[in-house]
């Protein structure tokens, strides 16, 4: 890498350590968040957040060991925690005179939201101070697209399975296996609505779709070429989600890791969009 081509004035770890997955919980993160709130930790807010969330705050002689709390209460407390925080900067006092500096309530917001993207965790923080699992920009804009490949009705049912994906990925406990079991279904459902076909497997769409594909680039030997090198990868995404779709041989079966299943549902976004335009567009049989 060229020396122009690094960024200037970051750390480090900000320009060379990468990171592929992000993590469920981060020491780092822990203590910069209590560092960051640190100018707010009194017992009013102390009240809230027990009140609130239900928990025993850890107690020093001096009074609560708020750097204890932040760094071994468990991860939903902390996250909690955060937003309790938001909701207590922005309330007024029982005068009515605002609690703090909105602009300042602002930027611990936007520090906050810093904090997650460079400790890559899986979260984000709302405009409220609510915090959510976050998914990448590519993710959203592969969800809006194949969105709007699926408006006609004739996609209904697919549309329907595919914002069941989503959903499924956006709980407050993200449901990993559901979100590739509706996914798959809504691939599968479009695949069976352009195809008389019984299912969705590799040799269906070598039978169904390869076919397809010859037809409609027969002139263009390099547009068929790389279509075909997309159905093949298509099977090898059917192939891979059979493991989650089908019981797994263990007592309690594992959630897909989050990273994999946000991968495999932005994937399976191209695919919906790729297939309803060539059912779109190809011509009546």
């Known amino acids: 890498m060229c020396d122009n ?27 910069r968040i209590y560092h960051l709130f640190s100018d707010f930790l ?7 957040v027990q009140r609130e ?37 922005d ?38 101070g609510g915090v959510h699992y976050a998914v990448d920009d590519e993710f959203q804009r592969n969800y809006v697209s194949a969105i709007g490949a699926l408006e006609d009705d004739r996609y209904g049912a697919v549309r329907h399975a595919f914002e069941g994906a989503q959903e499924a990925l956006d709980r407050d406990n993200p449901n990993s296996k559901e979100a590739l079991r509706n996914v798959f279904e809504a691939l599968e459902i479009l695949f069976k609505l352009m195809f008389n076909a019984q299912r969705l497997g590799s040799a269906e769409i070598r039978q169904h779709l ?20 997309l159905a093949q990868s298509l099977c090898d995404w059917v192939d891979g989600v059979h493991f989650y779709r089908h019981g797994q041989a263990v007592e309690e079966a594992q959630q897909p890791p989050i990273g994999l299943t946000v991968a495999l549902v932005s994937g399976a976004a191209s695919y919906l969009r790729w297939l309803a335009e060539l059912d779109a567009t190809r011509p009546a049989a």
């Open 91 to 128: 309330a007024r006092t029982r005068d009515g005179h605002v609690r703090h500096d909105p602009r300042r309530v602002e930027q611990l917001r936007q520090d906050v939201a810093r904090i997650f993207r460079e400790e890559h965790v899986h979260y984000r923080l709302d405009e409220l």
């Open 53 to 89: 969330q239900g928990v025993e705050l850890p107690y020093m002689g001096y009074g609560i060991s708020w750097d204890r709390f932040f760094n071994t209460a468990e991860l939903r407390d902390v996250l909690d925690a955060i937003t309790h925080m938001s909701m207590y900067l």
């Open 210 to 229: 390869l076919p397809t594909i010859a037809q409609m680039h027969g002139d263009d030997a390099t547009a068929r070429q790389a279509a075909n090198k």
């Open 5 to 31: 081509e690094v960024p200037s004035g970051l750390p480090f770890s900000r320009v060379y350590i990468k990171r592929e997955e992000r993590q469920a919980d981060s020491a780092r993160m822990r203590r």
């Open 42 to 48: 009194d017992d009013d807010y102390a009240g809230l």
